[in-house]
């Protein structure tokens, strides 16, 4: 499989009024094309900073980010970027908050775009709901509308920033398989930064533990599992000594913050 | 209404005690009207009651009989539309003024955020200010009448409308901001579809709290300098001790804002459907 994104050797400062505040520190790693990665670490590690590095929200003190061996861009189509929570705008419909991209950046294809978005929503059931509000759509129905909204773009490289924190357990396990089977399906690759070890494991190839605070790569862990879905995949027999494995480098970047 | 909206379907049709709920709210609701009415009925009823076995002297008070008298001699001599005309139309060009105005000074603080900082502290000040203690400068700057009066009105209702509305533009979510960013947004896209409609909610309670304060506003004004007018009545009456044309133009005060805010309401319930 071919690099897709290559970390290398990045720094990044944030100021403060206190201070100069060191976020990344010779940050190194790779993602390959049409992967799933997982980013773990201790909370305030700034796994959230590497996502916004890569989506040109941030700019970097010092080093590389490559995105298929040329240095990123700060506006960058191929890139998607989607959050903690769904943010879909409550005045706007499911129609107007999947376009939104295509209204804001009016690409030449945009007709083309409008319908992958149709065919988008027809394919996750979501195409009876265009007309209404997201207040009249469930938790995870929000989640697939903002992670459509996202995909509407065509990018290769989604950044999911702990797309599942604010759901409760069960529908996180249903919206978790759902978004795993649409990327897997439109084969896209994609970084997941997590708190959720067993997230992380039942979706990823690849699993990247950082440090604290300045975040650099302890541990990664190549992920073997067998199973089409990450609920299946959590049946794995090897899926608890994964997570204990990784929990072990996680526990102890804890005790050292 | 509301039972209009739920009526049951034959193939749901609702318990017995789902229908015992819905009588109850039904039911609130109209206690709830009842009530409101049995008030105002009471305060017209005894009014004229005191002033009539002169409980209370209607030299001073008035009586709702008086006042009706009152206002039927001036729609006879066609006076009256010309004062609610004048005041209206000062009211209405101020609070559009002014929260026009205010918005847009919103606006410019949100997209300059060196400027909202130099700007901070005279908004502060000007905010706390009696806007009253402008008058006779207002009246030397602007002249009397008309101009003065609207300038009174807009005076009171622009800090409190740019506060509001800068206050909302900069509580804005930051994760949505950085959303937009993500897909590229520049910083226009993201005033007029994420910061501009994020507000509205705050933009119709300012709209609530303008048409109180341009009423003031306007009534004030009408105080200080003005030849016509429900301010200019109420001035003239207390002046001449008509108290029943001070009156008239009170309660003509009450509905016309009842009626202004009344609009705002459908405005917000439009806004929300």
């Known amino acids: 499989m071919s690099t897709l994104l290559e970390f290398k050797d990045v720094n990044f400062f944030y100021q403060t009024k206190n201070a100069e505040i060191h976020a990344l520190k010779d940050l190194s790693f790779c993602v390959d094309n049409q992967s799933f990665t997982s980013i773990v670490g201790p909370s305030g590690s700034g796994k959230t900073t590497i996502l916004s590095l890569i989506a040109g929200l941030l700019n970097k003190s010092s080093g590389q980010i490559l995105l298929n061996g040329k240095e990123i861009e700060p506006k960058n189509s191929q890139i998607g970027y989607m959050f903690q929570r769904d943010h879909l705008f409550e005045w706007r ?3 107007q908050n999947v376009t939104l991209g295509i209204e804001l950046t009016k690409p030449k294809d945009a007709d083309k775009k409008k319908q992958f978005a149709r065919d988008l929503l027809k394919k996750y059931d979501l195409y009876d709901f265009i007309s209404s ?5 469930s938790g995870g129905m929000r989640q697939r509308v903002a992670l459509i909204r996202t995909l509407v773009m065509q990018p290769t490289l989604l ?6 924190s604010a759901l409760d357990f069960q529908t996180r396990l249903k919206v978790c398989d759902d978004v795993y089977q649409i990327i897997k399906s439109e084969q896209k690759t994609a970084i997941l930064v997590t708190h959720d070890i067993s997230e992380a494991i039942s979706m990823s190839d690849k699993v990247i533990v950082v440090s604290s605070r300045p975040a650099t790569v302890k541990h990664v862990q190549m992920l073997n599992l067998n199973g089409e879905t990450p609920l299946s995949r959590r049946e794995d027999p090897t899926f608890g000594s994964y997570f204990d494995l990784i ?7 804890k005790q050292k913050d | 209404m509301k039972n209009k909206k739920i009526k049951p379907s034959p193939a749901a049709p609702y318990s017995k005690a789902h229908e015992k709920y819905l009588k109850k709210l039904a039911n609130d609701k109209i206690f709830v009207i009842c009530f409101q009415i049995l008030i105002l009925v009471a305060i017209i009823g005894l009014w004229e009651l005191f002033a009539a076995t002169s409980v209370v002297d209607p030299f001073f008070v008035s009586s709702p009989s008086r006042v009706f008298n009152m206002f039927i001699s001036m729609v006879q001599d066609g006076s009256i539309w010309q004062h609610i005309g004048i005041t209206l139309l000062e009211t209405l060009v101020g609070f559009v003024i002014a929260t026009l105005g205010g918005t847009l000074i919103a606006i410019l603080l949100w997209w300059n ?3 909202r900082k130099i700007l901070e502290p005279y908004i502060v000040v000007i905010n706390s200010l009696p806007k009253i203690a402008l008058g006779p400068i207002i009246i030397l700057w602007v ?3 008309m101009s003065a009066i609207i300038t009174m009105c807009v005076l009171i209702c622009i800090v409190l409308t740019t506060i ?4 909302a533009f900069i509580s804005c979510d930051t994760d949505k901001i950085q959303l937009m960013k993500s897909m590229h947004a520049n910083k226009f896209q993201i005033f007029w579809k994420l910061i501009l409609p994020n507000a509205t909610n705050e933009f ?3 709209l609530k709290i303008n048409v109180g304060m341009s009423w003031v506003g306007t009534i004030m004004g009408e105080y200080l300098s003005s030849s016509a007018g429900l301010g200019y009545l109420i001035v003239y009456g207390s002046q001449i001790f008509n108290i029943d044309l001070v009156m008239t133009s009170t309660v003509l005060l009450c509905l016309l804002a009842a009626a202004m805010y009344f609009a705002i309401c459908m405005l917000e319930k439009w806004h929300k459907r």
């Open chain 2, 113 to 115: 955020r060196r400027l």
């Open chain 2, 164 to 167: 509001s509305m800068l206050n």
């Open chain 1, 133 to 137: 509000k997201p207040r009249a759509l």
């Open chain 2, 204 to 206: 119709i309670s300012v």
């Open chain 1, 247 to 253: 929990w072990k480098k996680l526990t102890n970047e």
């Open chain 1, 159 to 164: 950044l999911l920033d702990e797309p599942f």
């Open chain 2, 143 to 145: 002249g009397s009448g």
């Open chain 1, 93 to 95: 419909n499911i129609w």
